[in-house]
């Protein structure tokens, strides 16, 4: 099949295009940036270049991408549905994934990103005006798709402006709509830390079992303690901060109650995984983290680290930290900024690639045809 269009579309953080442009800059020069709203950007590949209808976009700012088909608009949302499927032409739909642009910054003002009802009527629609003769089946909207399903992407850029694109699924977070996964906390959530490391671990896979000891450097409160004690796990925490109430009643909970620097590293001696939250520079965090797991009698799995970035232009130094992060011994470390991340960007790291749960199916890294 030909590229569907020489034109791509990107999702992410509402603010963080920015680091997608620097990002880009680096890793695909030859694209131009096309139209660009908070939350969504669009490229325009050269001619010349021909991109694997499920290629790597490898980066670590885009939630969710695809190909972009150009955009519906109009007051009559009957009307804009009715001008999604010609867009398509012969191209294959097995699902159909509608979001709306984020309208802040997760977290703020209430805001999460995620399903929203208008994305699922919008879905109704589309779904509603396929041509008959292309359904044997009702489509599926909004759900998780398989990898190798073909998508028609809609992104509600404004409610009555919808930019159309279709992809094909291969990564874990091209599968979910809109590069978000659907997270259902079980109890009420302590913070939204919860949150992040349910999508961390989602994404990451990281082959976790029940009993393993974790140790998390900012802990407090403990959004991510609950979610990991909820899991079955045992959880160290290093703060100096508090920690909630409800956490320090669960007896697979113990807290230090201290900076990282100034814990023995015997305490770590059994810590199987690793994650940290602090609120302080890359830097900072990469410096504790090192300071743990370079000791030889520390044996840590894998991480799962956040680094904020409380300038964009940080964005820069992420090659480095993941160097840094290599040069300790992990073999498989990757980046990205999670939907439920604010200014930051969540780091993953495993020893070996032959210790997670399943073996990377889907694209080559970047493949091209006829680039
Ligand atoms: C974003 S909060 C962590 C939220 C936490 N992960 C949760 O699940 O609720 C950042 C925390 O990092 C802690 N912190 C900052 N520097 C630290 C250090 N050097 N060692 C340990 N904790 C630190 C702060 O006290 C603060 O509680």
Redesign the pocket.
Known sequence: MNTPSQYLFTSCQYGAENALKIEFAEIWPDWRLSYSRPGFVTWKLPESVKLALDFDIRSVFARTHGFSLGKVAGEQANGLADGVWPLLEELPVDHIHVWQRDETVPGSKGFEPGRTPLADEVAVLIRDARPVRAQDRPTPINRTARSGEAILDCVLVEPNEWWIGWHRAATLPTRWPGGVPLIEPRTEM??R??LK?AEALRWSQLPMAKGDLCA???????????LLLERGMYVLG????EM?ALILANPAFAHIR????EVKRSEFSRVRWL?A????APN?TLD?VEAIVAHEDIHVRGMLL?LKLPEWDLARQIPTYLERVRSWGYKHVRARQLAFNRQEICVCALRNRSMRRFKPKGPKRGRRKGA
């Open positions: 302590i913070n830390a919860y490391l998390e450097i900012g802990s407090a409160p403990g959004g991510a303690a609950q290093v703060d100096p901060a909630d201290a900076r990282a620097a994650f939250d602090a609120n302080v900072h504790s956040t």
